[in-house]
C-alpha cells in the first residue's frame, strides 16, 4: 500500500496571548538601521516570521534568513530553537506580525530582539530567492523538495549536501514525462570518475521522505558504478521514510536502488525496484543498498535484479554488507548468470549482526555457481538472529554452497531462524542443503522446511545442512530430500560431514527414511507432539526444566515446533508463506495487530469462537461509534479461508460490523465461510463477513442472523469493491437498505455468480439479493452497482415503505441474467430482475438460456461456475460441498 505524505505545516498546540507584561522591552529599527545592522553584527540571527509562500516568492527573503512562520504556528511551536545568546532581528511583510513575534520573543526571555518596521515592503537591501521549494537546510528548518527539479537541483549542488532536506510531495521522474530523463549516474552524489574509488562529494546530511514517494527513477550508466538516488554516503548523514518506486538502474559495480555505498544511518525506507548488470563480472549490487557499513533499519524492498556471467555479491536488500541489519526484509527475485558467486535474497555476502528479517524472493543462478542462499550468501563471523527466508533457490550443473537460508557459514553462528524455499541444483552439484549449504559455525534452534533436490553425480544434500563441519543443535527438518543416480552422500539432516548434531530430528515421513550423518527421524505425528522435543530438552515456553528462555512452541498435534518470535500458527504473512491461522487466539491475535492488516493469512483448520462475544468487528474494527464514517485501520491484504468455516460469530455493536470491519480497495477475502453468524447492530454497515468492502470476496459464504439499522447484509453490509462467486442463507433485518446477501453496493465492479436464500426483513428498500444497487446523490451525482448472472430465493418483507423486490430493491445501473423466486420470495415485484416459479428455478434450461456456465457443458464458457441437482434443488456454485445444508 503506497504511503502518503505527511504534511509539513508545524501548526501551534495552543493559542498564545501575548501581553507583554514584565517582558523584555524589544528594540524597534527602521528597515535602514536594520541593514547596518546586519551589516555590522556578524552572530545577528534573521528570524523571518511570513508564511513560506510569502518567504519563497519572487521579492524573496533577507539572505540568511530563516523562516518561522507566524500566523500559522510554527514560531510558537519552535521558538526554543532559536539561540538564547544571539541578537534577533525579526522581519515580516510590513511590521506587523514581526512586532506581534518579538514581543512573543520578549516574554520568552530572548535578550535582545529587534523589530524592523516597514517589513520586507520597505527593505532596501539585497533579497535572495528560497532553495528548493523553501526552507534553510538547518536541522529545524530543512530544504524543502516539492519537485523533480528540486531534487535535480539538489544532485547538482554538492556544497550541500551536508544540509538536511524534507519531500513535501510525491516525485514522478519518468523519462516518459515532459522534462523527464534517463540519468546517467546517480541522481545525488554521484560518482564523478571511472576509477574504482568513489570520487565525488558524499551525501553528509539528512534527508526525510516524509512518507512521499519518487517514482520511476531511470539510471542506465552502462557499466558505471555507485548507482541509486545517492550514490554515496558518509557515516554524519540520515536517510530515513523514502518511498522509492519502480526505480530501474543499469551498471556494474555499487548498483542499487537508493544507495550505491553507504556508511551511514538508513531506516523506515521502501523501494521497489529493478536492477541490471552490465559490463564484465557486475559485482555489488542491492535492492536497498549496494555496499553497506552503516545501519539499516525497517527498510523494505521489492523487486527484480538481473546479473551477468561471473557476477557476485548480489542481495535483494544489500550486495555487500559491513553494518547491523534489523526489522528489514526483502521480496527481490534475483538471477545469477554462469558462475555467479554470494548472491542472497536479503544480503550477498553478510559480515555484521542480521536481526528479525526476512526474505521472500526466489534466487537462481546458471552453471557453476556458488554460495547462493534464500536469505544470505555466505555469513562470515557474525550472527543471524531470528530470521527467515521462504523463496527458492536453484543454479544449474556444478553449482555448490546452495541453501534455503545461508549458502556458506563459516565460523559464523544461526539461530532462531529457520528456511522452507526449496534448494535445487543440476548434475555435479553439491553441498545443498535446506538451512545451509555447509555450515563451520554453529546452528541451534532453527528448522528447515524445503524440499531439497540433487541432481546426477551430485556430492551431498541434507534436509538441513549439506556439509557439516561444526556444530547443530536442537533443530528439525520437514522437508524432501531427493538426488539423481551416483550422488554420493544424501541425508534427511545432515548431507555430510562429522561436525557435532544434538538433539535434532526429521520427519521421516515427509523427508524421507533416509541415510543420514546424525539426528533422530520420527513420524508426523511425533513431530507435532512437544513430548518429543521436551525429552531431547528443547527449551519450550510455559516449561522451566529446560530452560525459561521460551524459545519454542507448538500447538499440539496441528503444527511441528514453532519459533518463539514466529507469528500465529507459523508463516511469515508473505505471500509464499502466509501466517497461518490455527485457534481462535490466532484469529483475534490478527485483530489486536493492525501493522499486520497488510500481510497475507490462511485458515488451516475451523476456527470454534464459541467462548467470544464481541463488541465490534473481530479484524479492522470501527473505533469511533459515533460516526456514521468507518474510523479506524482497514484491512488491506489476504485472508485463504483455505475452505474452512469460523463459527458461530457472535458480536453486539454499532457501525462497521462483520468478521471484518472494513475491507480496503486492496483486500483479499477468498474461500471462507462463516457457520452460526449472529450479528445485532444498532448502526450502519452491518453484515456477516465484512461491514464495508472495498475489496475483493470470492467463493465465500455466510449463514445466522444479521441485523442492523441501515445498509445491512447477510455477507456485506456496504459495498464498493468486488463480491462473486459467493452465497449466503442468512435471516437478515434492518430498517433501510437491506438485502440477503448485501445491503448497498455501489460499484460497477459489482456482483457477480452469487446467491441468496435465508430471509430479508425492512421497511424500506428491500431486496432478495441487493436492496440497493446503485445510488443517486446530492446533485444528481450518479453510482452506478452492477449485478450479473445471480439470484434469490430468500423470503422477503417489506414494512410497506417501499422499495421492496424479490431480487433488489431499489437500483441505478446494470442488472442482467438475474432471477427471484417469486413463491419463495412472496414477491412477484423486483426493481429488477426476472421472477420465475420455483420448478424454473430448479430447471438448469432456465440459466443455460441466460448464458451461465455449467458444469459438463462448453456453450456458456469453460470456468464451469455453476451445478445444478435438476428438479431438486436451485443452482449451486462450484465450490460448494455435495453437504450444502448452508
Given at each position: 500500500m503506497r504511503m502518503r505524505c505527511r504534511v509539513v505545516l508545524f501548526v501551534a498546540s495552543a493559542i498564545w496571548l501575548v501581553c507583554g507584561s514584565g517582558a523584555l522591552a524589544h528594540t524597534d529599527v527602521t528597515p535602514e538601521e536594520a541593514r547596518e545592522l546586519i551589516d555590522s553584527t556578524e552572530d545577528l540571527l534573521v528570524v523571518d516570521v511570513r508564511e513560506p509562500f510569502e518567504y519563497c516568492d519572487e521579492r524573496g527573503h533577507i539572505p540568511g534568513a530563516v523562516n518561522y512562520p507566524l500566523t500559522s504556528g510554527v514560531l510558537y511551536a519552535r521558538y526554543e530553537e532559536l539561540p538564547l545568546d544571539r541578537p534577533i532581528l525579526v522581519v515580516c511583510r510590513s511590521g506587523g506580525r514581526s512586532n506581534v513575534a518579538a514581543t512573543f520573543l520578549d516574554d520568552q526571555g530572548f535578550p535582545e530582539v529587534y523589530d524592523m518596521n516597514g517589513g520586507m515592503n520597505a527593505w532596501p537591501g539585497e533579497t535572495v530567492p528560497c532553495k528548493y521549494a523553501g526552507g534553510s537546510g538547518t536541522a529545524g528548518d530543512p530544504y524543502q523538495i516539492a519537485t523533480a527539479a528540486d531534487l535535480i537541483a539538489?544532485?547538482?549542488?554538492?556544497?550541500?549536501?551536508?544540509?538536511?532536506?524534507?519531500?513535501?510531495?510525491?516525485?514522478?521522474?519518468?523519462?516518459?514525462?515532459?522534462?523527464?530523463?534517463?540519468?546517467?549516474?546517480?541522481?545525488?552524489?554521484?560518482?564523478?570518475?571511472?576509477?574504482?574509488?568513489?570520487?565525488?562529494?558524499?551525501?553528509?546530511?539528512?534527508?526525510?521522505?516524509?512518507?512521499?514517494?519518487?517514482?520511476?527513477?531511470?539510471?542506465?550508466?552502462?557499466?558505471?558504478?555507485?548507482?541509486?538516488?545517492?550514490?554515496?554516503?558518509?557515516?554524519?548523514?540520515?536517510?530515513?521514510?523514502?518511498?522509492?518506486?519502480?526505480?530501474?538502474?543499469?551498471?556494474?559495480?555499487?548498483?542499487?536502488?537508493?544507495?550505491?555505498?553507504?556508511?551511514?544511518?538508513?531506516?523506515?525506507?521502501?523501494?521497489?525496484?529493478?536492477?541490471?548488470?552490465?559490463?564484465?563480472?557486475?559485482?555489488?549490487?542491492?535492492?536497498?543498498?549496494?555496499?553497506?557499513?552503516?545501519?539499516?533499519?525497517?527498510?523494505?524492498?521489492?523487486?527484480?535484479?538481473?546479473?551477468l556471467d561471473s557476477s557476485g555479491y548480489f542481495g535483494g536488500l544489500v550486495g555487500w554488507n559491513e553494518g547491523p541489519i534489523t526489522d528489514s526484509r526483502a521480496r527481490v527475485k534475483i538471477v545469477g548468470?554462469?558462475?555467479?558467486?554470494?548472491?542472497?535474497?536479503?544480503?550477498?555476502?553478510?559480515?555484521?549482526?542480521?536481526?528479525?528479517?526476512?526474505?521472500?524472493?526466489?534466487?537462481?543462478?546458471?552453471?557453476?555457481?556458488?554460495?547462493?542462499?534464500?536469505?544470505?550468501?555466505?555469513?562470515?563471523?557474525?550472527?543471524?538472529?531470528?530470521?527467515?527466508?521462504?523463496?527458492?533457490?536453484?543454479?544449474?550443473?556444478?553449482?555448490?554452497?546452495?541453501?534455503?537460508?545461508?549458502?556458506?557459514?563459516?565460523?559464523?553462528?544461526?539461530?532462531?531462524?529457520?528456511?522452507?524455499?526449496?534448494?535445487?541444483?543440476?548434475?555435479?552439484?553439491?553441498?545443498?542443503?535446506?538451512?545451509?549449504?555447509?555450515?563451520?559455525?554453529?546452528?541451534?534452534?532453527?528448522?528447515?522446511?524445503?524440499?531439497?533436490?540433487?541432481?546426477?553425480?551430485?556430492?551431498?544434500?541434507?534436509?538441513?545442512?549439506?556439509?557439516?563441519?561444526?556444530?547443530?543443535?536442537?533443530?528439525?527438518?520437514?522437508?524432501?530430500?531427493?538426488?539423481?543416480?551416483?550422488?554420493?552422500?544424501?541425508?534427511?539432516?545432515?548431507?555430510?560431514?562429522?561436525?557435532?548434531?544434538?538433539?535434532?530430528?526429521?520427519?521421516?515421513?515427509?523427508?524421507?527414511?533416509?541415510?543420514?550423518?546424525?539426528?533422530?527421524?520420527?513420524?508426523?505425528?511425533?513431530?507435532?507432539?512437544a513430548s518429543t522435543f521436551l525429552e531431547a530438552g528443547w527449551d519450550f515456553v510455559d516449561e522451566t526444566e529446560n530452560g525459561a528462555e521460551d524459545i519454542w512452541r507448538i500447538v499440539e498435534g496441528q503444527t511441528y515446533p514453532l519459533l518463539f518470535w514466529q507469528k500465529y500458527g507459523g508463516g511469515t504473512g508473505e505471500p509464499n508463506d502466509p501466517y497461518q491461522i490455527f485457534t481462535a487466539e490466532h484469529l483475534n491475535a490478527i485483530g489486536a495487530e493492525p501493522n499486520d492488516y497488510e500481510k497475507h493469512f490462511r485458515l488451516m483448520a475451523d476456527i470454534d469462537l464459541s467462548d467470544y462475544v464481541y463488541d465490534r468487528a473481530v479484524i479492522a474494527p470501527d473505533t469511533d461509534d459515533t460516526e456514521d464514517l468507518?474510523?479506524?485501520?482497514?484491512?488491506?491484504?489476504?485472508?485463504?479461508?483455505?475452505?474452512?468455516?469460523?463459527?458461530?460469530?457472535?458480536?453486539?455493536?454499532?457501525n462497521f460490523l462483520g468478521l471484518f470491519g472494513e475491507l480496503d480497495s486492496e483486500a483479499v477475502v477468498v474461500g471462507l465461510c462463516l457457520r452460526a453468524v449472529d450479528v445485532n447492530g444498532a448502526g450502519v454497515c452491518v453484515g456477516g463477513l465484512t461491514g464495508q468492502n472495498r475489496g475483493s470476496i470470492r467463493e465465500s459464504c455466510s449463514c445466522g442472523v444479521i441485523s442492523g439499522f441501515e445498509r445491512v447484509g447477510g455477507l456485506v453490509g456496504n459495498n464498493i469493491g468486488t463480491v462473486a462467486q459467493c452465497h449466503t442463507t442468512a435471516s437478515v433485518n434492518g430498517v433501510s437498505i437491506v438485502g440477503g446477501l448485501i445491503g448497498s453496493s455501489y460499484t460497477d465492479r459489482g456482483i457477480r455468480h452469487c446467491y441468496a436464500m435465508g430471509s430479508v426483513v425492512g421497511d424500506w428498500t428491500v431486496g432478495g439479493l441487493v436492496g440497493q444497487s446503485g445510488f443517486v446523490g446530492p446533485g444528481r451525482r450518479r453510482l452506478e452497482g452492477t449485478v450479473v448472472g445471480c439470484y434469490s430465493s430468500a423470503s422477503v418483507a417489506g414494512g410497506g415503505a417501499g422499495g421492496v423486490g424479490g431480487l433488489v430493491g431499489e437500483y441505478f445501473g446494470e442488472i442482467s441474467n438475474s432471477f427471484w423466486d417469486t413463491q419463495t420470495s412472496d414477491q412477484v415485484i423486483s426493481a429488477a430482475g426476472t421472477g420465475l416459479t420455483t420448478v424454473e428455478m430448479q430447471t438448469a434450461s432456465t440459466f443455460l438460456d441466460a448464458g451461465w456456465d455449467f458444469t459438463g457443458e462448453a456453450e456458456n464458457g469453460v470456468e464451469e461456475i455453476w451445478w445444478i441437482e435438476e428438479g431438486r434443488d436451485y443452482p449451486r456454485l462450484w465450490w460448494e460441498r455435495d453437504d450444502t445444508s448452508l
Open positions: 539538489l544532485g547538482e549542488t554538492p556544497e550541500d549536501y551536508d544540509k538536511h532536506f524534507i519531500l513535501t510531495a510525491d516525485i514522478d521522474l519518468d523519462p516518459n514525462l515532459p522534462g523527464g530523463q534517463v540519468f546517467a549516474g546517480a541522481l545525488i552524489a554521484p560518482d564523478m570518475s571511472t576509477s574504482n574509488n568513489f570520487q565525488g562529494t558524499a551525501f553528509s546530511g539528512t534527508f526525510d521522505g516524509n512518507g512521499c514517494r519518487i517514482a520511476n527513477l531511470t539510471i542506465d550508466a552502462g557499466t558505471g558504478e555507485y548507482l541509486g538516488l545517492f550514490g554515496s554516503v558518509t557515516g554524519m548523514a540520515v536517510i530515513q521514510g523514502v518511498t522509492l518506486e519502480d526505480a530501474d538502474v543499469t551498471g556494474r559495480k555499487y548498483v542499487s536502488g537508493l544507495i550505491g555505498y553507504n556508511v551511514g544511518t538508513v531506516s523506515d525506507c521502501r523501494v521497489s525496484c529493478r536492477l541490471q548488470g552490465e559490463g564484465f563480472a557486475p559485482w555489488r549490487f542491492g535492492g536497498l543498498v549496494a555496499f553497506n557499513a552503516g545501519s539499516i533499519d525497517n527498510c523494505h524492498v521489492t523487486g527484480e535484479i538481473f546479473a548468470g554462469e558462475g555467479c558467486w554470494e548472491i542472497g535474497g536479503l544480503v550477498g555476502e553478510n559480515r555484521a549482526p542480521v536481526t528479525n528479517c526476512h526474505a521472500a524472493g526466489n534466487v537462481t543462478g546458471g552453471d557453476r555457481c556458488r554460495f547462493l542462499g534464500g536469505l544470505v550468501g555466505v555469513n562470515y563471523d557474525t550472527i543471524l538472529t531470528n530470521c527467515s527466508a521462504t523463496g527458492d533457490v536453484s543454479a544449474g550443473a556444478r553449482s555448490n554452497r546452495m541453501a534455503g537460508l545461508v549458502g556458506g557459514n563459516p565460523n559464523a553462528t544461526i539461530v532462531f531462524c529457520y528456511a522452507t524455499g526449496d534448494v535445487t541444483a543440476g548434475d555435479s552439484g553439491s553441498e545443498l542443503g535446506g538451512l545451509a549449504g555447509d555450515n563451520f559455525g554453529t546452528v541451534t534452534d532453527c528448522w528447515a522446511g524445503g524440499a531439497i533436490s540433487l541432481g546426477l553425480n551430485g556430492l551431498s544434500a541434507g534436509g538441513l545442512i549439506g556439509y557439516h563441519g561444526g556444530s547443530a543443535a536442537n533443530s528439525y527438518v520437514t522437508g524432501a530430500v531427493s538426488a539423481g543416480e551416483e550422488a554420493r552422500y544424501v541425508g534427511a539432516l545432515i548431507g555430510r560431514g562429522s561436525g557435532r548434531v544434538d538433539g535434532c530430528f526429521w520427519d521421516e515421513e515427509t523427508s524421507g527414511p533416509i541415510g543420514n550423518a546424525g539426528g533422530q527421524g520420527r513420524t508426523t505425528s511425533q513431530m507435532q507432539t468507518f474510523q479506524g485501520t482497514p484491512f488491506t491484504g489476504v485472508f485463504d479461508g483455505n475452505g474452512h468455516a469460523i463459527s458461530p460469530l457472535v458480536i453486539r455493536g454499532a
